[in-house]
């Protein structure tokens, strides 16, 4: 008799007493007993148990599938929280301007094959105006994020709320919203910069990488030349004051602290 599965072509029943597996009849062929005094009539068994666990596996996978739609949607629901923007009451939140102090005689490091040199030790606490990341430009292996930064009169939401702030290609561009700025172009250029941030180590890269735009931050480091085949390919700028292609600051970023001040809206 070929049996497949759970399926027999004659109907076989097994002897409640004695166990034996034999086909359709009235009494037992090992024990004698007879079934229907027993008034019980088992169901048909296979001659060979079916592997199990095809369920298990089954609900296994539908957790699997079920936990990762759980973790893409956290992920983009962070994703979305973080790309907020932080607002917060009108009022000037960083009142201190940048610190530096130029290095007379520099001791330069490599950092992939290229050669940084410290220009001044700087830092700074300002707001975060926006932000940029690169990936396949020629300085992105260096300096994957740039940062528009803001104090004094451009850590102001009121400010803020009346000018548009963009990045790109290395460049920083602030216009107003209105036909007029709330202030004018030069206070507004001189209390804010565009810088290319060089993280000092993967630690520094995660942090900024976390920066909100609206974030307030302190940094600390060195603003640097980056010389490559013996040629400059960076220079920064040493003053807040300049404008135009050159203006940036080149910043070594070696220390982030975020800072919670002002109310936030």
């Given at each position: ?36 005094k ?9 001659a ?6 095809g ?39 960083v ?16 950092k992939n ?31 994957p ?23 790109g290609?290395?460049?920083?561009v ?33 942090s ?14 060195y ?6 085949n013996g ?19 080149i ?15």
């Amino acid at each position: 008799m070929k049996r497949s599965g759970y399926t027999c072509r004659k109907l076989m029943i097994r002897c409640p007493k004695c166990g034996f597996e034999q086909n359709e009849s009235g009494e037992c062929a090992r024990c004698g007993v007879i079934f229907a005094k027993l008034q019980m009539y088992p169901p048909c068994y296979p001659a060979v148990k079916p592997v199990s666990g095809g369920r298990a596996r089954e609900d296994w996978v539908k957790y699997a599938v079920l936990f990762a739609l759980v973790l893409v949607l956290g992920l983009v629901l962070r994703r979305g929280w973080m790309g907020r923007d932080l607002r917060y009451t009108p009022g000037v939140l960083v009142n201190s301007e940048p610190q530096q102090l130029i290095i007379s005689n520099p001791v330069p490091w490599v950092k992939n094959k290229r050669v940084i040199v410290p220009l001044a030790r700087f830092s700074l606490k300002a707001r975060v105006l926006s932000k940029e990341k690169y990936r396949f430009d020629h300085g992105a292996d260096i300096s994957p994020i740039d940062l528009a930064l803001g104090w004094g009169p451009m850590s102001d939401q009121k400010v803020l709320d009346q000018l548009e702030i963009a990045q790109g290609d290395r460049f920083f561009v602030i216009a107003p919203v209105k036909e007029k700025p709330p202030l004018p172009m030069s206070v507004l250029l001189a209390n804010s910069s565009n810088m290319h941030i060089l993280p000092a180590n993967a630690g520094i890269e995660k942090s900024l990488a976390l920066l909100r735009i609206g974030e307030l931050v302190e940094l600390g480091g060195y603003l640097v030349g980056v010389r490559e085949n013996g040629q400059w390919t960076w220079v920064s700028s040493l003053s807040r004051l300049d404008t135009g292609d050159g203006a940036c600051e080149i910043f070594w970023v070696e220390r982030v602290e975020f800072l919670a001040s002002g109310k936030r809206l």
